[in-house]
């Protein structure tokens, strides 16, 4: 069973629907010990920096996913649930976040339109199964104003162009994040939701050795 | 680098897709859920629905239709049609629109852009202006219209779109009230002059008759997108050939459609009208 973390996420809903149409079995959730039995953890997210961890602080949801990580359970992030995992975020004046991965998340520079909004292209930096059949360069649907920048950093699974080069996935060991929303990105978000399904349905709650 | 984007219009009147030359006769076009799902599997990268009755009614009857379509198709959903305040732009959002497009309320209480974009964010916010040519004056203008260009209201289009867009809205839907429904092209100079005025993405509506019509309203009219509704309909061109054209034309276009796996590893959907061959 796979807990999407409920924490008044105004995507809640469309991740939830697309997991559902790929056939992954889910549950809504901010009961902590319903996150610790989980054998996939997914963040949605969207909006601001400082709103997102107002929300999973007032939901009490932050060390069940702390732990959820450190067990070895896959977690998958979207957008603003990408943005928490760094260390902080310049939004909002300066936003300290969960501090999973290095790294602080800084806005666009002000030379092309910000928000980055629309379909643009997602270049995979590793082989992951969460990429399995999707495409090189496959487009995804974006939106937001702020990004994790590149810095050669060991966590980039895939990068996008859009006035800079930033960090479009990120990968490492169990934990996954899209910048993009694959809940509206057509077949392509839909084949992600699927390969991270299959993932979480291989974990074994406790087994801190499988993948 | 951002693609740019090919958005079928759905009318909608009572949960049925209508069509016809707009504000006058119209045809039913079949039903929005299955018309939205054939759209996606052919690639479109955006679905419009307007809700052409406006009235409180309607707006229920929309709010199931986005609920339906948001449960079988993954791509971004904008919902316009007789949104007159924040509540009811959050009910769509809520059932599973990713934006609002505002129209007569916006130019009757600017405000409306400016209390959406602070809730919801300029994101959310889609200024849709209905405009005509105007030769009145030392130079041509458009003037922003009303009710489907039967009310005047003196306004000039091109300052009510850089206005908008200093309130708040994060796109501007461009219509040609003169070119809507001709099939004989989008108004390019119109296009021009919007793209020119304001920062934010320009979707070109009214006129889309042929590709080399889209083309044009995205290299001459320089818009981000192109909105189309009757030539998508009545099947006269398919969605994925506009896009192949376009690409043939050197635009940067979404072109990776491929079926949907589940966690099974067996295809889901793209199962009405014959499936979809599947390319990887």
């Not at chain 1, 292209?121 to 487009?139: H, M, W, Y």
């Not at chain 2, 041509?140 to 779109?161: M, Q, Y």
């Not at chain 2, 994060?170 to 119109?190: C, F, H, K, P, W």
């Amino acid at each position: 069973m796979i807990a999407v973390v409920d924490y008044g996420a105004g995507n809640l809903h469309s991740v939830e629907r697309a997991l559902r149409h790929v056939g992954a079995e889910i549950t809504v959730t901010h009961d902590a010990s319903e996150i610790g039995d989980a054998t996939g953890v997914v963040l949605p997210g969207v909006g601001a920096a400082a709103d997102t961890m107002r929300g999973l602080d007032r939901a009490g949801v932050v060390p069940a996913i702390l732990d959820a990580i450190d067990a070895g359970v896959p977690y998958l992030g979207i957008c603003m649930g990408l943005q928490v995992l760094y260390e902080a975020s310049d939004e909002d004046g300066g936003t300290a976040c969960l501090g999973v991965v290095p790294g602080r998340v800084v806005r666009f520079p002000p030379s092309q339109h910000v928000p980055h909004m629309g379909w643009n292209q997602v270049r995979q930096q590793v082989e992951s199964p969460l990429f399995a059949g999707i495409p090189q360069d496959a487009n995804f649907y974006f939106v937001h104003s702020y990004h994790a920048p590149v810095d050669g950093a060991a966590h980039v699974a895939a990068t996008t162009d859009y006035s800079v080069t930033f960090t479009s996935a990120l990968l490492r060991d169990n934990v996954f994040a899209t910048q993009f929303h694959p809940e509206k990105s057509g077949a392509a978000g839909l084949r992600l939701y699927a390969n991270f399904a299959r993932l979480a349905g291989q974990h074994h709650p406790r087994d801190d050795a499988s993948p | 680098m951002l693609t740019r984007r090919i958005i079928p219009c759905l009318d909608v009147k009572n949960g049925r897709n209508v069509r016809g030359v707009k504000f006058s006769a119209d045809v039913d076009a079949g039903d929005p859920v299955e018309l939205a799902a054939r759209y996606d599997r052919e690639g479109a990268d955006e679905l419009v629905f307007y809700d052409i009755t406006a009235s409180a009614e309607g707006r229920d009857i929309m709010g199931d239709l986005v609920e339906r379509v948001a449960s079988e198709v993954f791509i971004p959903l904008t919902v316009g049609g007789g949104l007159r305040n924040a509540d009811d732009m959050y009910a769509m959002l809520r059932r599973g629109a990713e934006k609002v497009s505002i129209n007569s309320a916006a130019h009757r209480d600017p405000d409306l852009i400016r209390i959406g974009a602070d809730r919801f964010g300029s994101q959310c916010i889609v200024l849709s202006i209905d405009a005509q040519l105007r030769n009145d004056r030392a130079a041509p203008w458009w003037e922003v219209v009303l009710d489907g260009g039967r009310t005047p209201t003196g306004l000039d289009a091109i300052e009510v779109a850089q206005r908008g867009v200093e309130l708040g809205a994060g796109e501007i839907v461009m219509n040609s009230i003169d070119a809507d429904g001709t099939r004989a092209g989008y108004d390019l100079d119109q296009l021009r002059a919007v793209c020119d005025a304001v920062p934010v993405p320009v979707v070109a509506s009214g006129g889309a008759g042929s590709i080399e019509h889209i083309r044009q309203a995205l290299v001459e009219g320089r818009a981000h997108a192109a909105l189309a509704a009757s030539i998508f309909h009545f099947k006269m061109i398919s969605i994925e050939r506009v896009k192949r054209e376009l690409v043939a034309a050197g635009l940067p276009m979404r072109m990776d459609p491929f079926e949907t796996v589940a966690v099974s590893g067996q295809p889901v959907r793209h199962s009405r009208e014959g499936g979809n061959p599947g390319r990887a």
